[in-house]
Nanobody, 122 residues
Framework: QVQLVESGGGLVQSGGSLRLSCAAS????????MGWFRQAPGKEREFVGG???????YYVDSVKGRFTISRDNAKNTVYLQMNALKSEDTAAYYC????????????????WGQGTQVTVSS
């Protein structure tokens, strides 16, 4: 069983930065791939990016070059550094965990956090 808790969301001006954290319980965190998703009001949840257990990362085109995912296995935490934020990045952000590699498909993740809201004002 893995429990995930996101933090770090808030209100930021366009062009600003935020760093989200996702703290995980469980001794086998290092074996899990982690994904970040977001969901804007009235829209479906979408994949933002993922990080494998070995640290390799993937980003969707809309955030590539602006967002960075990293993990600290000693702290059981994964991070989403978001720079050059745009109004279209406004959403609730969720981290998710699954054994094996990351995937864009949300229902293939076993564990989810409660989400943290990011609002970018223009």
């Amino acid at each position: 069983q893995v429990q995930l808790v996101e933090s770090g969301g808030g209100l930021v001006q366009s062009g600003g930065s935020l760093r989200l954290s996702c703290a995980a319980s469980g001794r086998t965190f290092s074996n899990y791939a982690m994904g970040w998703f977001r969901q804007a009001p009235g829209k479906e949840r979408e994949f933002v990016g993922g990080i494998s257990s070995d640290g390799s990362t993937y980003y969707v085109d809309s955030v590539k070059g602006r967002f960075t995912i990293s993990r600290d296995n000693a702290k059981n935490t994964v991070y989403l550094q978001m720079n050059a934020l745009k109004s279209e990045d406004t959403a609730a952000y969720y981290c998710a965990a699954r054994p094996g590699g990351y995937t864009r498909i949300s229902n293939q993740y076993n564990y989810w956090g409660q989400g943290t809201q990011v609002t970018v004002s223009s």
